[in-house]
């Protein structure tokens, strides 16, 4: 390929580039259809990346069923591209296994034996994701066609250099010149655009964080801060060690499988159809608390009975659209937040309705056509459900699933052992059994909405409090919800728990540091219970901090201006978001607030609203909309580039 063809760079090779590489084949024809060098830069395997690497502990599981996982734009995406269906995991593992699909990475043994006995129902290991997402890209890059060159470099860019553009009139920048893209590796690349796609990076520790790593080290202690959980070494826990463990998340779920099954712990089952853990020894006792004090809601395994899942009928285009006539600025709690829960409360009762009437009073038409008349938090609409819902159990509290012990006080140790492991089985109970299938309406509600509000909320349009509430509050909510694990993981949860390995501190959990004892001090707003321990574990990953960042890239964009993190203007005066600022369009802010034409982000890093790199088919999903606006941009930029830069690395790459 000749030198003076355009040469795209992506910063990131993982799911979520992969996902634009589809979109950029889709979109080609009629948008740019010359030839173009496009460079990937990714330290891991590309299409997988760090986070879905194989290399990683083999029993960790997917959050989502088979049947719920694709990285294809399918029909149901409101996108200008052409849709392109292809097999999602379910369907990729059976056309493995028959042979209708050939042209798969290596599949090692133990993963072939999961290839076989996988169905759409079944949680798949991260494992198998990761070749089910390397399969993916390579047949993306296929589908870019001979006229475009993709070559991958197994290394990390440190920086970014516009190589000419003077500042133009208003807000963006000239970026004729293309970009210099500097590797850790000593290789430059040159670029005509550049896309970051860095996924979840690494931070330096908050304030907070740092001192408690401080303090371990001066102790003899032991501090894990937020990290992705299969990444930190905790081979210096000691067998039998207690240790605090602050998050009840995924990142809880998957420390939980490091430290037993990862020390040669096993599970078992028991006669009346129970979990038993069998202990190798190894294992350090976790003492696990949190804000709410439960763990994240199991994955649903039963089957709506009643009328399918419809679209969203409350938070709408429409409605958002009057809103936004109405008001300047938007606020989630006062604006949004009633007609989410709304839809959320309409798809659950249509389905306790319509697919279980015998637990209610009134039809559903009748009910469905005076709950559509009144406020989510109106006296009247509970009036509606108590009088046509008897069984008070049945009635949707959404504060109450926020906060599922409220202002409970708790006597003692075991009252609280007692609570959260009721919590747990009466969850396992109804999201698992057959009696309450409403309990996936609601998860579909949720869904829909979450993915709507990207597509119909214009974010400049929300007032800097909401801005912030979207990503934390909101995005905690669903996920606590919605993106819980595996039913098993909560089994084995409860078996180590009874094996006494895993105690709970309850919610409202406080740490702090003695340094008169050297200990971790645990305790929680709702009981007397508390727990000195030289250990800490930080449950979670670190929260989006472009100037704390651990990638270099990242620091680079922010220390050149290049970048800049967001900041938002609350009633409680400034604060950022740690995010890295792009516009609607995904094109990186830069610090004086301007933009350039062909600098784009992407990712749960930055401002966007970020809503993962793969989804469940027949979705609209928020991921798949996003790629195709942003491939179609590329090309634009590709197309029009006035000087096109060299496609050739320049040193090493």
Request: aromatic share 8%.
């Amino acid at each position: 390929m000749p030198a003076q063809h355009p040469s795209v760079v992506f910063i990131g090779g993982g799911p979520r580039t992969a996902g634009i590489l589809e979109r950029l084949a889709a979109n080609r024809p009629g948008l740019a259809d010359g030839p173009v060098h496009i460079h990937i830069v990714e330290p891991y395997e590309p299409g997988s990346g760090r986070i879905w690497r194989f290399d990683q502990e083999p029993g960790l599981m997917m959050n989502s069923t088979a049947a719920d996982v694709t990285m294809f734009t399918d029909a149901s995406v409101l996108c200008e591209g052409p849709p392109i269906d292809g097999p999602g995991l379910a369907a990729w593992a059976a056309g493995v296994r028959d042979g209708s699909i050939t042209d798969v990475p290596a599949i090692p043994p133990h993963l072939q034996e999961q290839l076989r006995s996988l169905t759409g129902s079944s949680f798949a290991t991260r494992q198998l994701q990761s070749k089910y997402l390397e399969w993916f890209f390579r047949r993306a890059v296929r589908a870019l066609g001979s006229d475009v060159r993709v070559t991958v470099h197994r290394d990390t860019a440190v920086s970014v250099e516009p190589l000419s553009g003077e500042p133009l009139s208003g807000e963006q920048q000239g970026d004729d010149g293309g970009y210099s893209v500097r590797l850790a590796g000593g290789g430059t690349l040159q670029a005509d655009v550049v896309i970051t796609a860095l996924g979840h990076t690494d931070a330096e520790p908050e304030a907070r964080s740092a001192a408690w790593t401080g303090f371990a080290a001066r102790y003899g202690g032991f501090h894990a801060a937020p990290s992705y959980t299969t990444d930190v070494d905790y081979s210096s826990l000691a067998p039998g060690q207690d240790v605090i463990v602050s998050g009840m998340g995924l990142a809880f779920v998957d420390l939980l499988v490091l430290l037993t099954e990862g020390r040669g712990g096993r599970f078992e089952e028991t006669a009346d159809g129970g979990l038993r853990y069998l202990p190798s020894g190894a294992e350090p006792r976790l003492w696990a608390g949190s804000r709410r004090g439960v763990p994240f809601h199991s994955k649903i395994s039963v089957a709506l009975r009643g009328e399918p899942a419809g679209a969203p009928r409350f938070f709408t285009a429409d409605a958002v659209g009057a809103l936004l006539a109405a008001h300047a600025e938007l606020d989630f709690r006062s604006h949004l937040w009633p007609l989410i829960a709304k839809d959320a409360g309409f798809g659950y009762y249509r389905e306790l309705f319509t697919g279980s009437p015998e637990r209610v009073a009134l039809g559903w038409d009748e009910f469905a056509g005076k709950f559509a008349a009144l406020d989510w938090y109106s006296s009247a609409r509970r009036e509606l459900v108590a009088a046509a819902v008897p069984d008070s159990g049945l009635h949707l509290d959404l504060e109450q699933l926020d906060k599922p012990f409220g202002g409970q006080l708790f006597e003692g140790h075991a009252d609280v052992q007692e609570a959260v492991a009721g919590y747990i089985e009466h969850d396992l109970e109804l999201r698992t059994g057959p009696d309450h299938p409403e309990t996936l309406a609601l998860f579909m509600a949720l869904l829909k909405v979450y993915m709507e509000l990207g597509r119909i909320v214009p974010p400049e349009r929300l007032n800097a409090r909401s801005q912030e509430e979207v990503h934390g509050w909101w995005h905690g909510f669903f996920s606590f919800v919605d993106s819980g694990p595996p039913p098993r993981r909560l089994r084995e949860m409860l078996a180590v728990h009874r094996a006494g390995l895993l105690n709970f501190l309850g919610p409202g959990l406080a740490v702090a540091a003695d340094d008169a004892t050297g200990e971790f001090v645990a305790t929680s707003a709702h009981s007397p219970v508390s727990l000195r321990t030289k250990a800490l574990i930080e449950a979670r990953l670190p929260g989006p901090a472009v100037a704390r960042s651990a990638n270099p890239l990242l620091r680079s964009l922010h220390g050149t201006g290049l970048g800049a993190e967001q900041h938002l203007l609350t009633s409680d005066g400034g604060h950022s978001t740690g995010r890295l600022l792009i516009t609607s369009g995904h094109r990186i802010v830069g610090r004086s607030g301007g933009t350039r034409s062909r600098l784009f982000g992407i990712g749960p890093g930055t401002s966007g609203w970020g809503a993962g790199a793969f989804a469940r088919p027949g979705t609209n999903a928020a991921p798949f909309r996003e790629n195709d606006a942003l491939a179609r941009k590329i090309l634009e930029a590709v197309s029009g580039a006035g000087r096109p830069r060299t496609a050739a690395a320049v040193g090493k790459a």
